[in-house]
């Protein structure tokens, strides 16, 4: 692997970064974590984040991945197919086989590429439990396609801390901040970087939770976020709202994000 420069993130809102808020309200998120650790040891170190949330895969081919080819960076991240994952019909077969020509593309730009496996939602609501077999599909077709282009694949199924609730924000869909600093933890493994923590290591023991409070906190979410979310799709309601990407060049790290760490 070639000597890291310049990075480039494709993707949707978790590449984006929700739910990692920083204090004015912006998207942090994972990739900026791993961003800012690479920027500390690499004087003139560059780079973007094109990923916008609720783009489908051909939106992120359409938008982003042009972009890839014409900025050819040394570390591209490639995270798309979520959004697809969970429409109300879904083709995995026909969603790997775009997903295996975008990044068909994406390393013929010779950067070192990774992709990353889908979560596992059986750890998750009932309702997102029935995808799992969805994503368990579409993971194993993007690992045969990751291994037939050479790209690296960071496994955030198997990632146990993952199955913790405070992982997750109030929608169960976006990781919190705690979330996203694991997933850098584990991107920075993937490639070899030295780091201070463990992904591994398991979150403080919880206190018991009432019975009670957990329907409730159910019951909010079905009201908050599921019925909403269906009512977009049923009444073809845009996804993506007028977002654009938060940093769509090559640039070296600057304020907002200072000197910071994976951990901060």
């Not at 993971?139 to 990751?146: G, K, V, W």
């Not at 694949?153 to 705690?178: F, I, N």
């Not at 850098?184 to 023991?205: I, K």
């Amino acid at each position: 692997m070639r000597p890291i420069s310049s990075f480039l993130a494709l993707g949707d809102s978790f590449t984006e970064g929700l739910d990692d808020w920083r204090p004015d309200g912006t998207p942090r998120g994972w990739a900026d974590r791993v961003a800012e650790h690479l920027s500390a040891t690499r004087p003139g170190f560059r780079y973007a984040n094109l990923a916008v949330r609720g783009k489908l895969l051909d939106e992120i081919v359409e938008e982003q991945v042009p972009v890839a080819e014409r900025l050819r960076p040394d570390l591209i991240t490639f995270c798309a197919g979520g959004n697809d994952i969970l429409r109300f019909s879904c083709d995995t077969d026909d969603l790997a086989r775009r997903f295996d020509a975008a990044l068909e593309r994406v390393t013929a730009t010779g950067a070192h590429v990774l992709v990353f496996t889908g979560f596992d939602l059986g750890r998750m609501h009932p309702i997102l439990r029935r995808l799992r077999g969805r994503v368990a599909c579409y993971n194993e077709l993007m690992r045969a396609s990751a291994e037939r282009h050479g790209s690296t694949v960071v496994d955030l199924w198997g990632m146990a801390p993952l199955a913790d609730p405070r992982a997750w924000g109030r929608d169960r869909l976006h990781l919190t901040s705690e979330g996203h600093r694991r997933v850098a933890l584990r991107v920075l493994e993937a490639l070899g970087e030295p780091v201070t923590e463990d992904w591994r290591t398991p979150l403080p023991e919880m206190e018991p939770t009432p019975w009670r409070d957990w329907v409730r906190e159910d019951l909010r979410w079905m009201r908050e976020h599921v019925v909403p979310f269906l009512r977009r799709r049923l009444l073809g309601d845009p996804r993506n709202n007028g977002y654009r990407p938060k940093r769509p060049e090559l640039q070296p790290l600057e304020s907002p994000f200072g000197k910071t760490t994976v951990a901060g």
